[in-house]
């Protein structure tokens, strides 16, 4: 069943949507690529159970850590960046867990326990009841600080 609460946008007055997104494979919601606030959220409203609130939660620490964040859907995923088209973390929901891909996370410290095919990208899947917000904190932080990657 898919989690139909209005997003952040929609309690502010805006249109909700007419139609629920459909869930991938996996578990992922199908959201068109869009920029801007309102894509990320209609994601995160759009993921079943456990899984809308933590992203819910991580989009909140992510706003507080970096206040000028840059926010879009790419690819099905929500994105999290300091300038256009440039991206420090991403993020991925599958049916047992959320991915957050470190863009440049081979140089954070200490490294998120995923590795990738790519050098510097680094994973954290993160369970239902597993999610270490200490640590994830302190990873936005150094990620935001990074060079981006241009997507």
Known sequence: MVDTRPNKADMAGAEPSAA???????GNPQIAK???DAPVQAYIAAMPGWKSALGSRIDTLIEGIVPDVRKAVKWNS???GMEDDVWF?????????????????ASLQPFPPGTSKHPKVRYLDIH???FDEAQFTDWVKQA???PGEKM
Not at 20 to 26: A, I, R, Y
Not at 89 to 105: A, M, P, Q
């Open 20 to 26: 629920t997104p459909k869930l991938l494979s996996g």
């Open 34 to 36: 869009g920029y801007g």
């Open 78 to 80: 929500p994105f999290y």
């Open 89 to 105: 973390l991403s993020l991925h929901y599958f049916t047992k867990y959320i991915k957050v891909t470190f863009l440049n996370g």
């Open 128 to 130: 239902e009841g597993a």
């Open 144 to 146: 935001s600080r990074l």
